[in-house]
C-alpha cells in the first residue's frame, strides 16, 4: 500500500483529495495548520470512509514544520510514494495591484510557491534516497489555480504565486524524469469552497452569463478524481503537464 502526502488536507480541497487517495488504497498522511481535534467533520468523514490515516499539524511555509511532517509520515506509513502540494492561502483583503502591501505578497507566495518549491524538495529527497520496487518512484501533484494563466488585478499576489507553480512543476519534472518520478499540476477553476464563499454572488452570475461552458460550480471532488487519475500508472509516460479542471474556463470563445 502506498502512501500518500496531503498538505492542506484539513478541509475544501485537501480534504477531498485525501479521501479520494484512501478510497483509492492510500494511506494518507494529511497536513493543516492546526492539530486534527479543530476539525471535528474532516476527522468523521476520513474516519467514516475507513481512511488509514495520520494528521500533521504544520506550517507549510515553515521549513522546521516541513521536514518535521515529512519525518512523521515517513516514521509512520514508510515510504512516501505520492505528494499532493494543495496547501494555499488567498489574501486576507483583496486591493487593486497598485494598492497590494508588502506584507500581502510575502504571505501569499511564501505558502503557495516558496512552500510547495521547499516541500517538494524535502518529499524528492527521501523518494530517490528510499529503495523502490517500482518503476514509478513518486508521483508529485501540484495543485494551482486558473490564476496562474487568467488575471485579477485585485490579489495580484494570488496570481504570480500560481503562475509560480506553473513553472514549479516544469522544473520538478524535468529534473525528476531521470529518478522515476513523474510531477503534475492541476489548475482547478472555480470550486465550491472556504475560499471562494465570500465571492460567491459574483461567480453565480458569472455561471448563469455563460462564462463557463459547463454551466456550474466546481466541486472538491471533482479537483480530487483528476489528482487520482495522475496519481495511477494510467499516465506513465508523461510528466510535465497540467490540467484544467474549471468547466472549460480556458476555452478562448467568439
Known sequence: MKTALVTGASRGIGLAIALELGKAGYRVAVMATREEDAYPNSTKALQEAGI???????????????KRVVCEAIARHGRIGV????????????????EMTGESFDRVVG??????????QEVARH??????????????????????E??????????????????LTKLYADRLAGEGIRVYEVRPGVIRTDMTSGVAEKYDRLIEGGLFPIARWGTP?????????????DFAYT???FIDVDGGFHIRRL
Open 52 to 66: 488509514a490515516y495520520s494528521w500533521h499539524a504544520g506550517d507549510i511555509a515553515n521549513s522546521q514544520d516541513r
Open 150 to 167: 487568467v488575471s485579477s488585478v485585485n490579489r495580484g499576489e494570488y496570481c504570480v504565486s500560481k503562475a509560480g507553480i506553473s513553472m
Open 239 to 241: 510528466t510535465g503537464n
Open 127 to 148: 523518494m530517490i534516497a528510499t529503495p523502490c520496487a517500482s518503476q514509478t518512484r513518486g508521483v508529485i501533484v501540484n495543485i494551482s489555480s486558473c490564476s496562474a
Open 83 to 98: 505528494l499532493v502540494n494543495n496547501a494555499g492561502v488567498a489574501p486576507k483583503e483583496r486591493r487593486d495591484l497598485l
Open 111 to 120: 505558502t503557495n510557491t516558496k512552500g510547495n518549491m521547499f516541500m517538494t
Open 221 to 233: 471532488q471533482d479537483v480530487a478524481r483528476a489528482v487520482r487519475a495522475l496519481c495511477s500508472e
